[in-house]
């Protein structure tokens, strides 16, 4: 992945498009180089104020995406972001000019108010500063435009890449069907009017359930240094004096030296196995968490394994019924008559215009 600069940011804005593509890629270098997420935040307020009216919603989008999908890895992008988007979304506010824009910049807030990605007072605050700017050109004689049936379909639902949770599923719908509709698919429509579909699957499970695979990893990692493992305490365990855990002995102290000698051991040795074993419940803890990380990435990726399984089968139906318009086009074309073997008209002179209208 490239590496970050102020320059390579601002070149990377000037080429975002509004495709879920173009979204994601961007948003993904962004996550990447989140250490640098003061500039990051900086830049995109400058760039987005710079922008045309026609693309401030796609660098909303580019955001949506950057603070849902960074929340794992660290608040940075959602604490930065937080007190830019009331000034930014004033400037949207004036850039709206049709009912489309405005309600999908009212679903961005309801998405971020559903899923907690900032409290509700900087949800009213986004929204009084959107809505104020909205009413005071409604107010000023300037309504939303409406937009043609054509129109609509060149930017339909361009969203973030996590759908807002679906209503009520129609009870008829098969196991399949209703797996298939719980997969993020985002429809889109190029300049030209050819239809894009950008599949991403996700699991039924809640959002922070499964545990990012860096996460896991991380996880996993720790236990190389566990308690368990560490063999040079063990053998300072072993190689306590026997006098140190055994009362029976103590009958064998004799003066006043032996007893002080023996309570620094003793107490060495208390340090030692204190320490020891704290270590060791920490360790038993880390295990613990450990699994249960595990039992849920791996429930996840089971949920995602079938619904790829099922992904695969249908293209490779599709695939099928491609092979098969491809036999019959060349069963159709080999049915065509051979224009080489018709008579040669060549050479059949045509008549002139003079022998066409020549009187006899």
């Known amino acids: 992945m490239s590496g970050f600069s102020d320059a390579a940011l601002e070149k990377k804005l000037a080429e975002l498009n509004n495709s ?79 009912e489309n824009t405005q309600k999908r910049l009212e679903r961005i807030l309801n998405i971020w108010g559903d899923r907690n990605m900032f409290d509700s007072k900087q949800i009213a605050e986004f929204r009084k500063s959107l809505e104020s700017c909205l009413k005071r050109r409604f107010d000023n004689g300037e309504p939303p435009v409406k937009i043609s049936r054509r129109d ?42 050819k239809k894009e579909v950008h599949i991403t699957l996700s699991p039924k499970l809640p959002a922070n359930d499964a545990p990012e695979p860096e996460e896991l990893v991380k996880a996993l990692q720790t236990l190389e240094n566990a308690a368990s493992s560490d063999g040079i305490v063990r053998k300072k365990i072993t190689e306590l004096p026997p006098e140190v855990s055994d009362v029976s002995l103590l009958s064998k102290i004799s003066d006043q030296a032996q007893a002080e000698m023996l309570t620094g051991k003793v107490n060495e040795a208390v340090e030692l196995l204190n320490d020891y074993n704290g270590r060791l419940l920490k360790e038993m803890e880390d295990r613990k968490t450990v699994t249960k990380m595990l039992h849920d990435f791996t429930a996840a990726q089971k949920e995602l394994l079938v619904q790829a399984e099922e992904r695969l089968q249908e293209y490779k139906e599709k695939l099928s019924k491609v092979y098969q318009v491809r036999e019959e086009l060349r069963s159709h074309v080999s049915s065509l008559p051979d224009l080489s073997q018709l008579p040669d008209v060549s050479a059949v002179p045509l008549p002139s215009a003079g022998d066409l209208f020549s009187l006899r």
Request: glycine fraction near 4%.
């Open 152 to 193: 609509r379909g060149e930017s339909r639902e361009m969203l973030e890449n996590v759908k807002e949770n679906k209503e009520q599923e129609d009870p008829d719908k098969t196991k399949k069907e209703r797996r298939k509709s719980e997969c993020n698919e985002v429809i889109q429509f190029d300049k030209e009017g």
């Open 20 to 98: 879920q593509q173009s979204i994601q890629t961007l948003s993904l270098w962004l996550i990447h180089h989140r250490k640098h997420h003061a500039s990051i935040v900086k830049i995109w307020l400058k760039e987005f104020t710079k922008a045309k009216d026609s693309r401030k919603l796609t660098f909303i989008y580019l955001v949506n995406d950057v603070i849902q999908n960074s929340r794992k890895k660290g608040p940075e992008f959602r604490d930065h972001f937080g007190p830019i988007l009331a000034p930014a979304l004033k400037l949207m506010g004036q850039a709206v000019n049709d």
